[in-house]
């Protein structure tokens, strides 16, 4: 009996330390849709802002423009810059502004194509492949946020 209370004791302790963490960074809320989610993290407030004066304001939410549009790949980018996230904001290892990364900037770039490739295709496909691509915000950096702070530079 002793050698099973230990273990039931140790795994007490960390589903009670996970359910508090989770309710207090409020973990349900990431899986909506709701821009106010990104403000959950008091550095995206300039983003959400500026979000909100965008041009896009009316027509796509923060997951429309950052996360991909398949169920599967929106789920495993949420839980990808999830941990990148909340290890940044619990070690306060983050670069400020912050910035978009790699992977992240591909999603844009594929998601600003997705809804307006009809008009851009052959303006931004590079000859030679992805690499020679023209990303979208190089001439609209304003669009998503208005100001440029955070969307960083090249990859």
Known sequence: MMSIGLPAV??????GVGGYTFLYAKGFSYMSDDPEVCI???IMQPQYDSWQKSSHHA???CVDCHLPHDFLGKYIAKADN???HSKGFTLQNF???IMIKGPNSRILQNNCLACHEDMVHELVVGVNGPEEE?????CHVTVGHGETTGLGGPE
Do not use: K, S, T, Y
């Open 59 to 61: 027509v796509a939410v």
């Open 134 to 138: 023209v990303r979208c915000v190089h």
């Open 95 to 97: 670069h400020e502004p």
């Open 40 to 42: 959950n993290c008091h």
């Open 82 to 84: 999830g941990w990148h």
């Open 10 to 15: 140790l795994v007490g302790i960390l589903l």
